[in-house]
């Protein structure tokens, strides 16, 4: 099948599990993962509408960036959606519209300090580690309001949103206490804090209970790509 | 429980689920339907639906399952609701006229007082013939789009201009039916069969 008609599946499935969990759809924003992704098939799916990738590495993302910007640059917004070294946020700013894997505070800071620089304000979702895998990055969950709180200190940084890899299940339905999880969470927080409204939730075998738990951003590569070696 | 009850003024959604031989009671909501400014047609059949039936839930003593439901009609994001006079179901029918539309609709269930159990929309696409001007006079003059999102019901003269459906048909009517008794069923709150079998 051809990128075209994975996209329209996938925009198919994501209208259907909103409109089965009783939420707009335009309340869900799909983001393309283009990790291993060649620049052909990135302008191939910006052809058929897509507007928002997400890459995982830094140095990927900067030699994509390059080329793509010069072709259709005004038609794409960038996503940085893998885990972050402080060494390499120098590459992502004033390029990334948001960061969705922020955990570290020494990363948090090198954010603000060179954003300071820029003279921009830096979104950013904190990533929540809501399974207690170890190998898994997140910020765990007992220490999420104090490392918000550290974050919110930060004048250039802003957080409007959580996100969250559940451990893999062949089985979606068994990520679901994950995503709910992620949610409440999020409701408590937004409670004192409205702009943290975010939830990046969801991938390719799993985005439809993400969206039934809340999802406002579903990061989904191999449904439209294809499986890929990287 | 108390039994159900299904918080609209629509008579067709009564009739739909009186087709059933459901048990249920009717309490019109009296609530504001005006759009928000820039509301999108699902956000604002969700937000409708959603008041009705808290607001008929909340005007209720016992334990009762409150059904509220709202349709609307939609093309290129644009919720065409109920025409206010002749000269508004004119617009709204001309701009059905030889194309496809959608129509949405929200239904939430909620028990007694205003605990939301549910909420889902169903939608299904229609596409109306291409309408002569005479036709479209004749049908206003008929007066049956006066209280109809869209100006149209599929279910009477209007059928004339139904050229083909995708979807839910009790949907277009108001309620979509093989979706609220799913959830029905599924909350405990109806079995329409009772199984009798080894399947049980």
Not at chain 1, 118 to 130: A, K, Q, R, S, Y
Not at chain 2, 146 to 158: L, R, W
Request: hydrophobic share 40%; charged share 30%.
């Amino acid at each position: 099948m051809s990128i075209a008609d994975n996209i329209r599946i996938v925009r198919e499935r994501i209208q259907k599990a909103a409109l089965n969990s009783g939420r707009d759809p335009k309340e869900v924003r799909l983001i393309a993962v283009t990790k291993g992704v060649s620049i052909e098939k990135i302008t191939e799916a910006v052809r058929c509408g897509i507007d928002t990738f997400g890459e995982n590495y830094a140095q990927e993302f900067r030699n994509k960036y390059e080329v793509i910007e010069k072709t259709l640059g005004s038609k794409v917004k960038w996503h940085f959606i893998g885990r972050l070294q402080r060494n390499k946020v120098k590459y992502l700013l004033g390029k990334v519209e948001l960061i969705h894997s922020l955990d570290s505070l020494t990363v948090a800071e090198e954010i603000n300090k060179r954003a300071q620089k820029l003279g921009t304000l830096v979104p950013v979702l904190i990533e929540v580690n809501t399974s207690g895998e170890k190998q898994k990055g997140g910020i765990p969950l007992d220490e999420l309001k104090d490392f918000l709180n550290r974050v919110r200190d930060l004048p250039s940084v802003k957080v409007i949103g959580l996100m969250t890899m559940p451990p893999y299940f062949d089985n979606p339905e068994l990520t679901r206490p994950y995503y709910r999880k992620l949610r409440e969470l999020r409701d408590e927080l937004q409670k004192l804090l409205p702009d943290l409204r975010e939830l990046s939730m969801g991938m390719s075998v799993d985005f439809e209970v993400a969206i039934e738990e809340g999802a406002t951003m579903v990061r989904i590569g191999t449904l439209i790509f294809g499986p890929r070696s990287v | 429980m108390d039994g159900i009850v299904l918080a609209s003024s629509s008579p067709r959604r009564r009739e739909l689920l009186e087709k059933l031989g459901i048990d249920f009671r009717v309490i019109p909501p009296q609530i504001d339907e005006t759009p928000f400014p820039d509301e999108s047609p699902y956000s604002y059949v969700l937000r409708i639906s959603t008041e009705k039936a808290l607001s008929v839930s909340r005007s209720l003593s016992g334990n009762w399952i409150v059904i509220g439901a709202d349709t609307t009609v939609t093309v290129d994001d644009e919720i065409l609701g109920k025409p206010e006079d002749k000269e508004e179901a004119r617009v709204i029918l001309n701009k059905l006229s030889g194309r496809e539309h959608t129509v949405i609709t929200a239904f939430c269930i909620v028990r007694s007082k205003a605990e939301i159990l549910h909420k889902q929309i169903v939608e299904s696409k229609v596409r109306i013939k291409r309408l002569e001007p005479w036709e479209i006079e004749g049908y206003i003059k008929t007066g049956e789009p006066m209280d109809k999102a869209g100006a149209y019901g599929i279910q009477g003269i209007g059928a004339f201009m139904i050229e083909e459906i995708h979807g839910s048909y009790t949907n277009i009517v108001g309620l979509p039916l093989s979706q609220l008794i799913d959830v029905l069923t599924k909350l405990g709150v109806l079995k329409l069969f009772s199984c009798q079998d080894e399947h049980c």
